[in-house]
């Protein structure tokens, strides 16, 4: 049977005397929800708004509406009216003593059904989103799928509901009960294609890897543009966990490990973490740091610039060709004098490089840099 912990009740229509509260004296049950949509799309809050029909007689009518046992909250909710505003106002709201309680008192003109929207923000009502990627042999795409993972703990049945899982997806007829969880599939794409991507970030990893205590690897990412020419793009990919696997050539799968990744708006790319490589090697060194321009005040050094070179050598050990993103950072105010190597700088203190890496090969990036005005 429905489990339902919220009830509307509709008090006897009362003209009472000027100046008296009419008893809240329960006469009958209204009519179920009869439309309900779960909104999901902002992560903090989820909306509730459900539509009921309320038999109002002429005159006074109060609108019970409780809900105990479910984690509602009560400064949110909301009544308006669908059907007839003009001849059904609301006159007052108020909030009974010590109960999961509050009570719409309306004035209608006449007897009629009317049809009412009431919202409301629920608690423990929420969506996780999980991605699956499986690379094919020779990492070039991925079939993508995502799936709108519902929980319910708020202490509310709902039933053929509508479920907006955000700004552009929506699910019908949807049954969540309280206390369970329902995995709804909402992407799938059978080749979407991905870059293949080593990641060298020279405030991370160790500068000369053969001075380390055990293996160094380059972490390697799968970038995934969320584009139309991906077969995506029109709307953000939510945030969530991704799994990721490669076909093994033998109708089977191997499984390269999972990720958390952020909210990928439309036009950016999805970078997804699948494990350290050994095949590419980077040892940077710093060639040149000198003090010129010195600034004193008496013998005390004030202010002075730097005159530095840095270098890094990368080594490709793989028989394919390899995309290595070069991250360097240089802290303060600085000017780059000489760099062989085209970067971008995504901030003021760092700078990336996109390096090709031919199969079995070395680059070397030389950066002539001055920092200046350091303390």
Known sequence: MRRCLFSILLLCGLIGLPGTAPARVKLVALPDRSDTQINLDNPTATLVEEERTLTLQQGRN??????????????????????QPESVNLLSVSYPPAEAALVWDLSSKEATDVRVRISYLLRNIDQLVAYKMIADK??????????????????????????????????????????????LLALDLPQVPINKVWTFDAARLPWDPEKVDGNVGIPVSYVIKNSKTSGLGGEALAAGRVRVFQRDGQDGTIFLGEDDIPLTPDGEEMKVYIGDSR?????????????????????????????????????????????????????????????????????????????????????????????????
């Open 279 to 375: 095949d590419i090697v980077v040892t940077q060194r710093q060639m040149k740091k000198t003090k010129i321009n010195i600034r004193r005040s008496g013998n005390r050094i004030i202010l002075y610039d730097t005159d530095e070179q840095i270098t890094a050598t990368m080594e490709n050990f793989k028989s394919e060709p390899a995309s290595l993103t070069m991250i360097q950072h240089i802290p303060g105010e600085w000017t780059m004098r000489d760099c062989n190597i085209k970067y971008e700088r995504k901030d003021a203190g760092t700078l990336e490089f996109q390096v090709e890496l031919q199969p079995n090969s070395t680059n070397q990036l030389v950066m002539d840099f001055n920092r200046l005005n350091v303390r």
């Open 62 to 83: 109060q609108v019970d509406f409780s809900w105990k046992g479910v984690e509602i909250d009560a400064d949110s909710i909301r009544l308006n009216v669908l059907t």
């Open 138 to 183: 020779q990492e070039t795409e991925v079939a993508l799928k995502s799936f709108s993972v519902l929980r319910n703990f708020s202490g509310e049945d709902f039933s053929e509901s509508r479920i907006q899982a955000n700004a552009t997806r929506a699910f019908e007829g949807i049954d969540l009960p309280h206390e369970e969880t329902l995995q």
